[in-house]
């Protein structure tokens, strides 16, 4: 997938591309979501992943906003048709999990790899993350991630080979459209400095 062919701006992305079996998967979950009306942002690998990253993954993370029971139950309801639960199958059992901070794990009935990992917001970034989501259109189909500023950030703080490799990934293929200020902000924010930026992007922000 090539850079020309994304039209990109600060809130809404689009672009069409070869759907993987992993965005398949992804797509059919949040569209539950949407038909509940549960507001979520994609996070972490699966954002690489999603603009053409070729590595494999086990888990997609979500943030979702805080719900009450009616809400919960009416999302769990829809999905309930394609998707199980690995936590447990009682609606109120996983409602009170997820309200004491403890994330859910959804999968596809008949595998349970690849699941969604279903997190609750515990942070101020974490809300700033889905506040601030945008909006991608591919293939005519939407979902929500987080601004890849942030995401390059996030992978270059948790600092393993394959976060630094995604964050290299995000940045040499997305820079163009980059807010620098706002990426320089994030950096900041998570005590990343240029040096390391550098390192890994070969690039300098200074």
């Keep these: 997938m090539s850079v020309v062919d994304i039209i ?5 992305i689009v672009f ?12 059919s979950f949040v569209q539950h ?4 009306g549960v507001k979520y942002v994609l996070i972490s690998g699966y954002v690489a992943l999603f603009f053409g990253r070729d590595r494999s993954t086990e888990d997609v993370d979500i943030f979702v906003e805080d719900l009450p029971f009616e809400r919960f139950s009416e999302f769990w309801s829809i999905a309930s048709n394609d998707f199980a639960c690995l936590n447990t199958s009682d609606p109120k059992l996983a409602f ?15 595998s349970v790899i690849p699941n969604i990992e ?5 942070t101020p970034l974490d809300r700033y993350c ?3 989501r945008l909006e991608v259109e591919c293939n005519g189909q939407r979902l929500y991630i987080s601004q890849l500023e942030l995401q390059i ?3 270059l703080w948790l600092g ?8 290299r990934f995000l940045y040499k293929l997305l820079k163009e459209h980059l807010n620098m200020p706002l990426l320089k902000d994030m950096l900041s924010k998570l005590s990343i400095s240029n040096k390391k930026f550098q390192e890994v992007t070969g690039e300098s922000l200074d």
């Design 8 to 12: 990109y701006t600060s809130k809404r």
């Design 16 to 27: 069409d591309k070869d759907l993987r079996a992993i965005d398949r998967f992804v797509f």
């Design 33 to 36: 979501l949407s038909k509940a």
């Design 96 to 110: 009170e999990l997820f309200s004491s901070g403890i994330a859910l794990r959804f999968h596809r009935k008949g």
């Design 118 to 122: 279903f997190k609750p917001l515990k």
């Design 130 to 132: 889905l506040e601030n």
């Design 153 to 155: 950030a996030f992978k």
């Design 160 to 167: 393993s080979d394959k976060d630094k490799e995604d964050a």
